[in-house]
């Protein structure tokens, strides 16, 4: 909505991973280091653990769109709740082995031949699996059983092990001390230094064409980073609804209480309902009590059952706000009518024509 008004070719802070938007942090740039360094190694696994949000998933992405798929076959399953068997036929699924009615024996010589022929042509085989905190000890071992696979002295399969710091956890029990001596590098992608989020979010910006509009004030920026503590997806959420505010305000500049502003309201829009107690004042979706609790803007329009416990509350609530959160809605449907409209009027009627029988090529 916002992309036109800032004169942006792309939404800036989307919340899927674009390996358009990869930003190399020091840390960023050193997990791919780790990567890169284990494709040289043709060998083993390379772990690679952090938060949720880190960019883990971005760096994966990143990986695989500079492989030659000439030189490197390689395959990206991102792990559920998988036990043995599954992870098997996972793993023979994204090579694109045909694996239907196989027994474990059938498809394990099923994914030593794939490994075989791919060797033999000329190319390596790499399994990525992301989400590897969900993976079963069972299935890990699985996993570090493909790694025995061998032609002469070569190995036939590598893998990368991506995962949230769980995983660390995960590969330090007892059961994994064979995984980890198959292990030739590990490491762990931290978030982002307040100096980084301010080079962060001016690249997310410059990837779309930023030429200074909206202009973020370094007050600003600090408050973005201690918010979202460095993690590129926070920052992300963060920044989208800034962007969404100052368009709505048809403001130029990002401020301290701008983005003051949009946190609020974002933990507002987090906080869970707790159950009204006798003689407590009823807890109304999308309002904010003075006690400080919130709920749901959108279930109080919807809801009579809302509208009766507002009716109940009284005085007890932020009225202020209410009409503030109301504005805001209001702004937002006008503005997104005002582009329909704008869309509409650029799109010509269907009866209209050029003379002499339509237009002239050119």
Known sequence: MYEAYFGLRGKPFQLNPDPSFFYGSRGHRRAMA????????????IVITGEIGAGKTLLVRSLLEKL?????????????????????RLVAASFG????????????????????????????????????????????????MLSNFQLEDHALLQ?????????????????????RQRVIASYHLGPLDQQETHAY??????????????????????????????????INAVCDRIMLAAFLGEQRRVGVELVNQIVSEMREEQVTPTPVSAGEQPVVPGLVP??????????????PAAA????????????TRFDERLSLL?????????????????VPAQGDSQPDGGAAAK
């Open 159 to 179: 893998s990368f092990l991506v995962g949230q710091p769980e995983f660390r956890a995960i590969m330090q029990s007892p059961e994994m001390v064979q995984l």
């Open 34 to 45: 780790y990567l890169e360094y284990g494709l040289h190694q043709n060998e083993g696994f």
């Open 290 to 303: 003075a006690s400080g609790a919130a709920l749901d803007l959108q279930r109080l329009l919807a809801d």
């Open 308 to 319: 009766q416990a507002l009716a109940a509350a009284g005085p007890a609530f932020d009225m």
């Open 201 to 234: 979010v001016e690249h997310r910006l410059a990837c779309v064409g930023w030429k200074g509009n909206p202009a973020f004030d370094a007050e600003a920026m600090r408050e973005i980073y201690n918010v979202a503590q460095g993690i590129p997806r926070r």
């Open 97 to 144: 082995i045909p694996s239907k009615h196989l027994s474990k024996s059938d498809l394990l010589l099923a994914i030593e031949a794939f490994l075989v022929s791919t060797t033999a042509a000329g190319k390596r085989a790499l399994l990525i699996v992301d989400e590897a905190q969900n993976l079963t000890p069972k299935a890990v071992e699985e996993l570090r």
């Open 330 to 346: 209001e702004r937002t449907l006008s503005a997104t009518l005002n582009t329909l409209g704008q869309l509409l009027k650029a």
């Open 68 to 88: 030659d798929p000439k030189k490197i076959v390689a395959a990206n399953l991102v792990s559920t709740q998988i036990d043995a068997d599954d992870i098997l």
